[in-house]
């Protein structure tokens, strides 16, 4: 029997040492977070209006209230899975001009990748947040989002980022 030897983390077209670390991440999901609950709050505020100017029965209420919930989760899931899946970035990852890339090549998650990531982000925040704080031990500053996700992120030159 032959011990293996673990596989190096290498994307194409990133130095080593690319990968990004916490702070830089979370900055970039501060502004994600803050850019999809403001869109959140002026289509749920839009539809609060609107919903006030007829006389709705309780239970038809409480019906929107959880059709909303379930939009919201779907606006938040999509958002995330949607941009990693696609380009790689989505809009604070742009302005902090890092991008997500799959570990075993230069290129997109594809959406169950993406999607798998979301719930290891979930589930990284779920116990303590240690699977962000995971990124600061890991020497490819990989959380365990990334790990169940087959995924890194790196820094993206300012000429791609664009």
Do not use: C, K
Request: charged share 15%; net charge neutral; no cysteine.
């Amino acid at each position: 029997m032959t011990a293996t030897v673990p596989r190096e983390i290498v994307v194409a077209d990133t130095p080593a040492g690319g990968e990004v670390g916490l702070v830089t991440r979370g900055i970039a999901f501060t502004i994600d977070v803050i850019f999809v609950d403001v869109v959140a709050w002026i289509v749920g505020g839009a539809i609060a209006v609107i919903a006030s100017l007829f006389e709705l029965p309780h239970d038809v209420r409480t019906v929107l209230i959880a059709v909303g919930a379930a939009a919201a989760l779907v606006w938040v899931v999509g958002y995330f899975a949607v941009f990693w899946a696609t380009t790689g970035q989505t809009l604070g990852n742009r302005i902090m001009q890092i991008r997500v890339r799959s570990v075993a090549a230069d290129a997109p998650l594809g959406l169950r990748r993406a999607l798998l990531r979301v719930v290891g982000a979930f589930l990284s925040a779920l116990i303590f947040f240690l699977g962000f704080a995971w990124i600061v031990v890991d020497p490819h500053r990989r959380g365990w989002l990334d790990h169940i996700a087959g995924s890194v992120v790196v820094h993206v030159p300012d000429d791609h980022a664009r």
